[in-house]
Structures are given as structure tokens and as C-alpha cells.
């Protein structure tokens, strides 16, 4: 059974940073994509990012380029979101996700298998 925990939300002033770790435990990561997504009330799940199985390639939504970075580490099958500059418009629950591809995607429907989310909130 693989099971995905989602750990290091919270609430944050805007400008402040967060680190989000997701734990993978059935499944070795090492040979899969992972990625974030995130969804705020009354939307849609949207992606924030995604890394490929070596950690060598990652890509990222226009909205948080350049504040986010996503890193893996695979010998602890933890992927990890560093959240920097944090803005209002960033509260929402956080998704960590497991593709069942080796190469970076943006879409969920690459994603095979889904954490339970931790919320962030960035008060202004």
C-alpha cells in the first residue's frame, strides 16, 4: 500500500517561508516523478511543481517561479517543497504526488497516487 504524508503546513506571515516534506512509504521513489499541487477554496487543484526521478529536472507554475523549489531526497523517499516570498494568494491545501513516470508533468492525471494535503495559510 503506498501511502503518501504530507507534513510542514502552517500558518505564515506574507513574505515568510515555509518547507513542506512529503514522505513516501510503499513505493521507492526513486525511479518516479514527484509533484505539487495545491487548492484554495472554491477551486480547482492547480499545479505548483514537479521534479523528475533523479532531481535533475523540475518545472514549475508561473505563479510561484522563482520563490518555490522543489527537491528529493531518494535514499529517504521525502520529496520536499521550499516555499519563499510567500503570498496571500498562496493559501491552500498542499498536495504532494507520485507519477507513475520517470520525466516531469504538470498534469494530475500522471500522478498515480495522491497524499491527504497540509494546509498553508499566509495572512497579510
Known amino acids: 500500500q503506498v501511502q503518501l504524508v504530507e507534513s510542514g503546513g502552517g500558518l505564515v506571515q506574507a513574505g515568510g517561508s515555509l518547507r513542506l516534506s512529503c514522505a513516501v512509504s510503499g513505493r521507492t521513489i526513486s525511479d518516479y516523478a514527484m509533484g505539487w499541487f495545491r487548492q484554495a477554496p472554491g477551486r480547482e487543484r492547480e499545479f505548483v511543481g514537479t521534479?523528475?526521478?533523479?532531481?535533475?529536472?523540475?518545472i514549475y507554475a508561473d505563479s510561484v517561479k522563482g520563490r518555490f523549489t522543489i527537491s528529493r531526497d531518494n535514499a529517504k523517499n521525502t520529496v520536499f517543497l521550499q516555499m519563499n516570498s510567500l503570498k496571500p494568494e498562496d493559501t491552500a491545501v498542499y498536495y504532494c504526488?507520485?507519477?507513475?513516470?520517470?520525466?516531469?508533468?504538470?498534469?494530475?492525471?500522471?500522478?498515480?497516487?495522491w497524499g491527504q494535503g497540509t494546509q498553508v495559510t499566509v495572512s497579510s
Open positions: 504526488a507520485n507519477s507513475y513516470l520517470r520525466d516531469v508533468n504538470p498534469a494530475p492525471s500522471k500522478y498515480d497516487y
Open positions: 521534479i523528475n526521478w533523479s532531481g535533475g529536472s523540475t
